[in-house]
């Protein structure tokens, strides 16, 4: 699975959007990009995933660049309660996948 | 309620005891995970259960036992466990195809059990 760069933290206004980046520079052709996150102390919760086109669902919008070596994640108007940890992760559509988190955005939202 | 059940929720044993972590999903997968997160660590695949076949295993010491009886039931036996043991154990399942091709990419993940070994 391709390696994901993600910033450690990042802080947003509640009831503003939140924009979580996130490098996935040596993507190949077949894999997905998906996005989970993990409220402190739960397990990870999935959130949205993509391949080429711009994905949107009732939780969030995923947004990926052309060369898609790059995507950003968006929460339209952040509540306190979307504090967590946010994961990027690229893996393949074929076959078993082992899926690896690495150590994610903390995103903090704010009163 | 992510359809994937764990108990318990809480765990606190001894090095010398033995022990069962429970995961239940009801969501008709076929394919199950145990992975452990440590303190400030990211979370690790520790073994995965594919039409009740284990097909990972991720280096993981023995002290560690998996069992899956079906495919809707996922164990995690303990025994002579070590104070850096201590983690959150999540269990998570997905559907997979007749092949083994993933279908459903998404993972689904119970609420986890939290370990402490004294």
């Known amino acids: 699975d391709a390696k994901t760069t993600q910033p450690p933290s990042m802080d947003c206004a509640e009831g503003r959007a939140a924009n979580l980046p996130c490098n996935h520079s040596?993507?190949?052709?077949?894999?997905?990009v998906y996005w989970y996150r993990q409220i402190h102390s739960q397990g990870p919760q999935y959130i949205i995933h993509?391949?080429?086109n711009n994905e949107t669902n009732e939780m969030a919008s995923l947004i990926i660049t052309e060369d898609r070596k790059s995507s950003t994640l968006i929460l339209p108007h952040a509540t306190l309660r979307d504090t967590a940890v946010y994961y990027c992760?690229?893996?393949?559509?074929?076959?078993?996948?082992?899926?690896?988190f690495g150590t994610g955005t903390k995103l903090q939202v704010i009163p | 309620e992510t359809g994937v059940t764990q108990t318990p929720r809480h765990l606190v044993m001894g090095m010398t005891n033995k022990k069962s972590l429970k995961c239940e999903q009801h969501?008709?997968?076929?394919?199950m995970y145990w992975y452990k997160q440590s303190a400030k660590k990211p979370l690790e695949l520790m073994f995965v259960?594919?039409?009740?076949?284990?097909?990972e295993n991720n280096s993981v010491p023995s002290r560690f036992s998996p069992e899956c009886p079906n495919s809707s039931h996922l164990f995690l036996h303990l025994h002579t466990l070590q104070p850096e043991d201590s983690a959150l154990y999540l269990c998570?399942?997905?559907?997979?195809?007749?092949?083994?091709?993933?279908?459903?990419?998404?993972?689904?993940f119970g609420s986890g059990t939290q370990l402490s070994v004294l």
């Open positions: 998570a399942s997905s559907q997979l195809t007749g092949t083994g091709t993933l279908i459903n990419e998404k993972l689904f």
């Open positions: 040596t993507i190949s052709g077949n894999e997905y």
């Open positions: 993509g391949l080429k």
């Open positions: 992760i690229v893996r393949g559509s074929g076959g078993y996948q082992k899926v690896t």
């Open positions: 969501l008709g997968h076929n394919a």
């Open positions: 259960y594919n039409f009740k076949e284990q097909t």
